[in-house]
Nanobody, 114 residues
Framework: VQLVESGGGLVQPGGSLRLSCAAS????????RGWYRQAPGKQRELVAA???????NYAASVKGRFTISRDNAKNTVYLQMNSLKSEDTAVYYC?????????WGQGTQVTVSS
């Protein structure tokens, strides 16, 4: 299974970015569960995820600013990030499951700074 994240970069506070996570490489179904992030010196934390039934779950710190979505035809999950703050600076990872195993992408750096 390959998870390829893209869309990170440097953005000013208040700006927007859209991250993508493209999944491929398994004969089994790949389910991209959501996005996590890890800031320097901190533990990896959940940012946004899909729940059973199609609903979504967000960290309190991003609720109302970030939106997770998926394009099943492209096997891609997105994270639209608006009103970015300096504290959103981190490496963002997508997480997926396939055939009972857990997979992580390589991460994409998001830096929010003026």
């Amino acid at each position: 299974v390959q998870l390829v994240e893209s869309g990170g970069g440097l953005v000013q506070p208040g700006g927007s970015l859209r991250l993508s996570c493209a999944a491929s490489g398994s004969i089994f179904s790949i389910y991209v569960r959501g996005w996590y992030r890890q800031a320097p010196g901190k533990q990896r934390e959940l940012v946004a995820a899909f729940r059973s039934g199609g609903s979504t779950n967000y960290a309190a710190s991003v609720k109302g600013r970030f939106t997770i979505s998926r394009d099943n035809a492209k096997n891609t999950v997105y994270l639209q990030m608006n009103s970015l703050k300096s504290e959103d600076t981190a490496v963002y990872y997508c997480n997926a499951g396939s055939a009972g195993r857990d997979y992580w992408g390589q991460g994409t750096q998001v830096t929010v700074s003026s």
